[in-house]
């Protein structure tokens, strides 16, 4: 029976908590907002709060209004210089913003496309929309690269080195699949996977590996990797449907083989409760309340707890041996299997 995750401390917000990032040595940062009396308001977003915590004791080392508000899309981050980067909705369209991670002072802002999706790296910000793919300099915030084409939309992304990941829809066919784009400039690369999935619900990049849960396992091997997997998975069900993790090298072609692949016991209607994420080499399987961990290049199992409201979570994020949970108007940090 897996065993529960020790809480290292929890703080209660009088704010809603919408989105947090935590840094590997820095402090963790909490966007959150004051939710209108009656749900209503005039504006596409509520405005917007951001702290800063101390990672190790939660004590609030700053607490600022924030021009980025509540409303279609969130990403935070930090800059190369240090600096936190946010991105999301503003009253007049979406803005990303540069504020000190010292004192919470707004050092730089700007208008930017409206996306769903975002990740914040030291050197860019990408961002993803079901119409388009972009990149901002973090440290300029001025806009890098776009990428939009006729007959794809686009869900998910990734960053590994180099590379972008993005999942799409090719809208001829109906099937998802991943393309790379330079993550410098934007440029087309390759097919990472065959637009042959009904759904790929999730992607993470990392240490050389791309994970995805996805739909449809046996669809992305080829004929030799298929006869290998069902030598060693000689009860596998060749039927569609349900959930696999499946690792790659970030490097592979179209039906290589892959780094190591499983079958979830876990049905299409039990996400989004099912999530993936990757950090230090390891990966991090949550599934309601509870978390495993994976040997990355192996998949081999490193320990699995549960979480305190985890199932209940707003987000979530891990990073160097914490978990941070974020439910409604509360903040936690976990020790987690290493």
């Known amino acids: 029976m897996p065993r529960t995750a020790r809480r290292r401390w929890t703080r209660d917000f009088d704010t809603e908590v919408d989105g947090i990032a935590l840094s590997p040595d820095g402090p963790l940062l909490v966007h959150g907002y004051d939710p209108p009396a009656g749900g209503k308001w005039m504006d596409d977003a509520i405005p917007g709060k951001l702290a800063a915590l101390d990672r190790t004791t939660g004590q609030v080392l700053w607490n600022s209004p924030c021009e980025v508000g509540y409303g279609r899309g969130f990403g935070a981050g930090f800059g190369g210089g240090g600096d936190a980067i946010v991105l999301g909705p503003g009253t007049q369209g ?34 993803v929309s079901a119409t388009r793919v972009s990149a901002v300099n973090t440290k300029t915030l ?50 990472f996977l065959e637009p042959v999935q009904n759904v790929i619900h999730a992607i993470h990049a990392g240490s050389g590996s791309v994970t995805f849960l996805l739909s449809d396992l046996l669809s992305t091997f080829s004929e030799d990797t298929m006869r290998d997997y069902l030598i060693q998975n000689i009860d596998a069900d060749l039927s569609s449907g349900g959930v696999a993790l499946l690792c790659l090298p970030s490097d592979a072609e179209p039906g290589a083989k892959p780094r190591w692949s499983e079958t979830l016991e876990a049905s299409e209607e039990e996400f989004p409760d099912v999530s993936i994420s990757h ?33 209940e979570r707003v987000s979530w994020t891990v990073g160097q041996g914490a978990g941070a949970l974020a439910e409604e108007t509360r903040l936690s940090i976990f020790e987690i299997p290493d």
């Open 142 to 191: 001025a806009p890098k690269w776009s990428h939009s084409k006729e007959g794809e939309r686009y869900h998910w992304i990734a960053r590994e080195g180099d590379r972008v990941f993005v999942v799409y829809t090719s809208k001829q066919s109906g099937k998802q699949g991943v393309f790379t784009l330079n993550a410098k400039t934007g440029k087309s690369q390759r097919t």
């Open 279 to 311: 950090d230090s080499g390891k990966l991090y399987l949550v599934r309601g309340a509870s978390i495993e961990v994976r040997d990355l290049l192996t998949g081999k199992p490193l320990g699995d707890m549960t979480v305190p409201g985890l199932d």
């Open 94 to 127: 979406h803005r990303i913003v540069r504020m000190s991670l010292e004192t919470g002072e707004l050092l730089e802002a700007r208008e930017i496309f409206a996306f769903d999706d975002a990740l914040v790296f030291e050197d860019f910000c990408f961002m």
